[in-house]
């Protein structure tokens, strides 16, 4: 019998994780539907005009949509693998031959597909409820595209990177939640981030999840708003050359903590 | 025979504290090998550093011919050929047995089949049901199940079957063996002395570090050769005597007697005892 590679052993834990999240009733509700209730709340609660063409419903599903990418990757990452490393799923593993890159294979795996099922489910809802529009050219297309696998791949090489900051299992939702809800706060997920003070946009700045809206405000909304931002225009180049900057960030620091067992 | 695990001089030290101060281990193919000591003894952190995943600061160490300290891409192939029962786990809950054990086949090179594996270790009737529903027993013969998928030239077991019932430790033991009947060779550490002795074919006592001793179950602290206790009725008095003649005393005793003595028992030193004694805990 031939030995599967790693990328075979990844896909399989792939799947594995997928049957898994899917027979966790909790977490399929969690991590599914929240984005879901809050988009409802907030987008019928401020359904506003903010610019010429543009409501702050429509504001607020492209914020949602890059929060989707942090939600799926970095708080779903952050949270479960820690759980995992205290229920020694991690240290079983360790002492299997399965080649390390097959567990992470099998994490972006899940990440991905639950990132798209949930940008579905936002863009589905955004589109029915709240005048959103898809984009109309190839260019914003390619757009949503690069955002997406970019954007996801940052916040999943993140979200096992930060799995060390919790001490434990049971503690790391109290950890990572509140920074992922603060982050949202300042980089103009909840609110216009314009309208922000002037400290929280530069907090803001520094970490990705705010060019992680403002990328998908440049998908969403008409070309005319991107008059609005900060710059006075969309900042796509910046946008991308930050995602990635952190991506890195990520990678280095994941690689020199990441751990399988709890000390 | 071959030597399995041979390690000499072994040390390792967390901070000022030092787990291990140098073990010298040699563990042959084919042995169920039992590695006793009480908590902070050093045990954990031995086996550990057998199984690789802990760095040693000192000595030689060979498993299977390989030094388990290696990085990257060797190790691979010797774990192809370990297999590793960890103490409790939890984890897989939101799995089925057989979705387990046939995932973890295929992270080996030469694996058993999946549902031979579940047969042995006596879950074909759970073979469908979730992880989190089973029980503790259960639970542990799917830690075993996935141990020994890989079908392992040595297996190691730690504290296999605490929280077992004595039906399910019975089973569990008459499951090591059949391992071992196969071929493969067992590392068990437990706190279970009467595990001890019905399983292992040489135990190791460590304490503080060091190996105090080793031998069979049988011959450890001089208990072959130690004084059998020897009491009986006469009167109102239970008598005892130490001795190292027995027979001699019990056939003089019942000539005494006239043919049966009352209340009679003879006692050599249990496994527990010697055991006891010898990490020095006062047990009297």
């Known amino acids: ?263 | 025979m071959s030597t399995v695990i041979s390690v000499s001089g072994l040390r390792k030290s967390y901070g000022s504290t030092q787990a291990v101060a140098g073990v010298d281990l040699a563990i042959e193919q084919g042995e169920i090998f039992a590695l006793l000591g009480p908590n902070g003894a050093g045990k954990t952190t031995t086996v550990e550093i057998l199984e690789g995943f802990r760095d040693c600061d000192s000595g030689d160490v060979r498993v299977l011919d390989f030094d388990p300290s290696t990085k990257g891409h060797a190790g691979q192939s010797w774990r192809d050929r370990i297999g590793i029962v960890l103490q409790s786990t939890h984890d897989a809950g939101d799995l089925t047995v057989f979705e387990s054990v046939s995932h973890f086949a295929m992270y080996y090179e030469n694996p058993k089949d999946a549902r031979d594996v579940i047969e042995l270790v006596g879950l074909t009737e759970k073979s469908d049901a979730l992880g989190r529903t089973l029980s503790g027993g259960q639970r542990r013969r799917l830690d075993v199940a996935l141990g020994i998928i890989g079908n392992p030239e040595l297996i190691f077991l730690d504290e296999p079957t605490t929280g077992f019932d004595p039906e399910a430790r019975r089973a569990f033991w008459h499951l090591i063996r059949k391992l071992r009947d196969e071929g493969a060779t067992i590392l068990l550490t437990t706190h279970y002395l009467d595990e001890a002795e019905a399983l292992a074919d040489r135990v190791a006592v460590i304490n503080r570090g060091k190996i105090i001793e080793i031998a069979t179950p049988d011959q450890l602290g001089g208990r072959a050769t130690s004084l059998a206790t020897v009491s009986w009725r006469d009167g109102q008095d239970i008598r005892s005597e130490k001795s190292a003649n027995p027979t001699a005393l019990v056939a003089s005793l019942s000539a005494q007697f006239g043919g049966e003595i009352p209340e009679l028992n003879v006692k050599r030193a249990s496994l527990e005892d010697i055991y006891l004694e010898m990490i020095g805990v006062d047990h009297a």
């Open chain 1, 1 to 263: 019998m031939r030995k599967p590679t790693a990328l075979s052993i990844g896909i399989e834990r792939g799947r594995l994780e997928i049957r898994q999240f899917l027979r966790q009733r909790e977490s399929v509700v969690f991590t599914m539907l929240f984005p879901l209730i809050l988009l409802a709340i907030f987008g019928s609660v401020f359904s506003n005009s903010i610019s010429e063409g543009v409501t702050f419903s429509q504001y607020f599903v492209a914020g949602m949509i890059a929060s989707g990418l942090v939600n799926t990757g970095f708080q779903q990452l952050a949270i479960m693998i820690p759980v995992e490393r205290d229920f020694g799923t991690l240290k079983r593993l360790r002492g299997t031959p399965m080649p390390a890159s097959s567990y992470f294979i099998g994490k972006a795996i899940l990440v991905t597909l639950s990132m798209l099922v949930q940008v579905f489910l936002l863009l589905a809802a955004g589109i029915a409820f709240f005048g959103v529009h898809l984009p109309r050219s190839i260019d914003k297309w390619l757009l949503l595209v690069a955002l997406l696998v970019l954007g996801s791949a940052c916040s999943t090489i993140l979200g096992i990177a930060f799995s060390n900051v919790p001490k434990s299992g049971r503690g790391a939702s109290a950890v990572v939640s509140p920074v992922v809800i603060v982050l949202q706060f300042f980089s103009g997920v909840f609110f216009i981030f314009t309208d922000l003070p002037h400290w929280m946009q530069q907090v803001a700045a520094i970490f990705p999840l705010k060019w992680m809206t403002q990328g998908a405000r440049s998908v969403f909304l008409p070309d005319s708003f991107a008059t609005r931002e900060v710059a006075g225009n969309w900042e796509t180049g910046r946008t991308f050359a930050i995602i990635a900057a952190w991506l890195v960030v990520g990678l280095i620091w994941a690689i020199r903590s990441f751990k399988w067992e709890r000390d």
